[in-house]
């Protein structure tokens, strides 16, 4: 396919096959990817770590090249306001923005997101959104889910969470809606192994692949991150993919937005391996097959501009044991804790040490 003539503007909207079924190459280097040993991985050229690439050789500087940078003042003010006013531990540097060459749109920041903040993302995510019923989950349409009280209206208070509940207790056990087609869930097995995705906002619909106008509100202190660092994004949407050591995202393009944005995907946890592709099994010249490997870390953003918003990519696997110290624990070390949820969050304690969440922010219509 030419990314370049591949869709139609009507009345500023962008409009594609949300069917369309992937090329083969980027189905076999998915595949390839799965399947490569983590040894190999560490050595292997053609994945690219942007937070490494001070030392990379010149050729791999003319791939991925400066394409600006995010200013350490406008990092420092959307976290803190994220933060509730709360100002940064330590300083921030300006955080540079890398394109690929060969993929106009492509672009990634790497370690935008302070530790301190990917910690209180994780925590408004996992403990805030995930307990909030107006949020779609993977497993509400099989189970009956008996949800946590609402909050408290005290900001960066998290005392509505599935996490302050024991692992296997037998009030909090999911039901099956149809007792015959699957098994009662009790809350390790929700959170460990069942659940896969969260919606936030306007409700992406996995089975019609669009979006119904809802009134679902978007988080409006993630809404301030997100456009704090690009100001060019009025996140409407966000998509929360939930990773384990095993799990990985297939092949897609994220087409069934109604307008032309850019779309910001941030990564907390482990390591993943993220691919991109354009072209055509059988192109030549400008339509000859082509992929990208990088490798996502904790705190990275992936940013999709231009033709590379509409482009086949997936995440390829996840990276067990490289989620970073300061966030391996949680939900031990979640902001504001009291003494007794802090005793509760012990019973989960490393949660996030076999765990990746990337979260998509998008603007759905125009």
Same mark, same amino acid.
């Given at each position: ?42 050595? %292997?050229?053609?994945?690219?770590? /942007? ?52 993929? #106009?749109? /492509? ?17 408004? /995510? ?11 989950? %993977? ?20 005392? %509505? ?69 690009? #100001? ?30 850019? /779309? ?42 231009? %033709? ?15 989620? #970073? ?5 949680? #939900? ?35």
């Amino acid at each position: 396919m030419d990314l370049s003539t591949e869709y139609t503007e009507r009345k500023g909207s962008v409009h594609h096959d949300t069917h369309a079924t992937p090329p083969n190459f980027i189905q076999k280097e998915h595949w390839r990817y799965q399947s490569m040993r983590k040894a190999d991985l560490e050595s %292997n050229p053609d994945v690219f770590d /942007l937070s490494k690439h001070d030392r990379f050789t010149p050729e791999q500087k003319d791939i991925w090249r400066p394409a600006g940078a995010i200013p350490a003042s406008r990092i420092e003010a959307a976290c803190q306001a994220y933060a509730g006013g709360r100002p940064l531990s330590a300083p921030v540097v300006d955080a540079p923005i890398f394109e690929h060459r060969d993929f #106009p749109g /492509l672009q990634v920041v790497s370690g935008l997101l302070p530790p301190e903040t990917q910690v209180l993302f994780t925590s408004c /995510l996992m403990h805030r959104d995930l307990a909030d019923p107006s949020h779609k989950i %993977n497993l509400q349409a099989d189970f009956d889910i008996r949800y946590p009280p609402k909050p408290t209206s005290e900001p960066l208070r998290f005392d %509505n969470t599935f996490f302050l509940r024991d692992r296997s207790a037998a009030e909090d056990v999911l039901v099956p809606k149809i007792p015959d087609k699957q098994k009662p869930l009790n809350n390790e097995q929700f959170l460990y192994t069942k659940l896969r995705w969260l919606t936030l906002g306007e409700q992406y619909d996995w089975p019609t692949r669009s979006y119904a106008k809802h009134a679902t509100p978007f988080p409006s202190d993630l809404s301030t991150l997100v456009t704090g660092l690009f #100001p060019h994004i009025r996140p409407e949407s966000g998509v929360v993919l939930m990773y384990g050591a095993k799990d990985f995202m297939p092949v897609h393009r994220d087409v069934s937005e109604q307008c032309q944005r850019a /779309l910001a995907s941030f990564s907390v946890g482990c390591d993943g391996i993220f691919i991109m592709a354009k072209g055509e099994d059988d192109g030549e010249g400008e339509n000859a097959p082509r992929t990208v490997a990088i490798r996502v870390r904790s705190g990275d953003c992936v940013h999709l501009t231009g %033709n590379a918003r509409w482009a086949w990519h997936a995440m390829a696997r996840t990276i067990p044991s490289t989620c #970073p110290p300061f966030l391996a624990n949680w #939900p031990v070390g979640t902001p504001g804790a009291s003494a007794v949820e802090e005793k509760a969050f012990k019973k989960w304690r490393g949660y996030m040490g076999t765990k990746r969440i990337n979260v998509s922010c998008r603007q759905v219509w125009d």
